[in-house]
């Protein structure tokens, strides 16, 4: 979000941002004045209904996972999948973190509130107070998907938001559930669902301030590969895959490579292979285009980074009971369609063999080069935050103040 707000404010718009208070100290150091409401997360909240993660997969040598299709992702059991979504949002947006937003809302009075397809205190807030609301993605659009599947069903999203809006005498209508439209990040051959107003925005990578290391400057010997998990599930809440396995199948690789693990992360580690420099943070948008091929776990920012830097990826989502939601299949499914990446497997089916395979595949095939930069070409056409703050006006005027 921030490239986009910044571009919002220095077209002469005041920009507010408004979070849990966890995320102030982030929010300052881009620039922004945070406002604080709502609590703290709950760290521990357990499990969502029906939400037990099955037992791991054991895959033997030479047995690959087939890839799975987001599109299919709500095939099975949408009203359990969408159930336990809004679970999870509600501990994103509790009854005081929407009281708080609304109270702040209502004293400054917006015209557009852009939120995070996740928080829905911030359309309720925005329908409350009459301001245009767009719903910014990070991911694939899971609850748009979700909720066209289960059919006549009761909607667990309206359910929980329902009873919100009528405490102050608002109804719930499709766009407290999607937004008057969607700001769209992510590249147009991605699968979405049909239905929302999809605005689509060059995903601009940002990282925050750090110093490039100096080996970055240095003259090549070889391929480089990174190798990275991103920084999310660093505390050890995601379900990745293992450190030791990564290291074991790019040992086997003749290639330097550069992996972003933090000391955590190295605990299970025995020993770290002759070819890889380990580093606890690079700049992905310094790194990448010096590497042949980056290995990740799928998230947004560093595939967007990769896409833009024209480096071929493979992608090793989180376990498979999990990953539909945050983008990594959707991101692996476009990306080995366009013939400028692999899904490897997600993190409870990866062998060190398949990584090896896969790896060497892409780092011979000149053709996963050539269509990695093929689609940094395309993505380098879409409109830029600066392209769209004109849009963003306009749909602002249209739905500002709409009974709705």
Known sequence: MTPLAWALRTAGHEVRVASKPEVA???????????TVGEPLNPNPGFAPGATPPEPVIMAPGERQEMPLQQEFSNDNPLVRLTRATWGFKLF??????????AFMRDWEPDLVI??????????????????????MMGPDGITQLRGAIGDEPDPLREWLAPVLARYGHEFTEHTASGHWTIEPMP????RPAGPHYLPLRHIPFNPPAALPGWLSEPQTRQRICLTLGSSHRDGRG?????????AAVAEVDAEVIAT?????????????DNVRIVDFVPLGALLPSCAAIVHHGGAGTFATAVECGTPQLIIPGTHWGFQWWGPLAHANGLQQQ?????????????????TQDLNRVLTDQSFRDNAL?????????????DVVPALERLTREYRGLKQ
């Open 25 to 35: 100290n982030d929010i300052a150091a881009v620039g922004f004045g945070p406002i």
């Open 93 to 102: 947006s509790t009854d005081q973190m929407i009281d708080d937003l609304i």
């Open 115 to 136: 939120w995070d397809q996740m928080v829905y205190a911030a359309p309720v807030a925005a329908q409350v107070v009459g301001a245009a609301h767009a719903r910014m």
């Open 188 to 191: 147009p051959w991605q699968w």
């Open 239 to 247: 379900r990745e895959a293992p450190a030791a396995e990564l290291l």
């Open 261 to 273: 693990f933090n000391a955590k992360q190295l605990e299970s580690v025995p020993s770290i292979p």
């Open 339 to 355: 013939g400028a990446g692999l899904f490897v497997a997600d993190a409870d089916h990866l062998t060190p063999e398949a990584l």
């Open 374 to 386: 093929r689609l940094r070409t395309e993505v380098m056409g879409l409109p830029t935050p600066n």
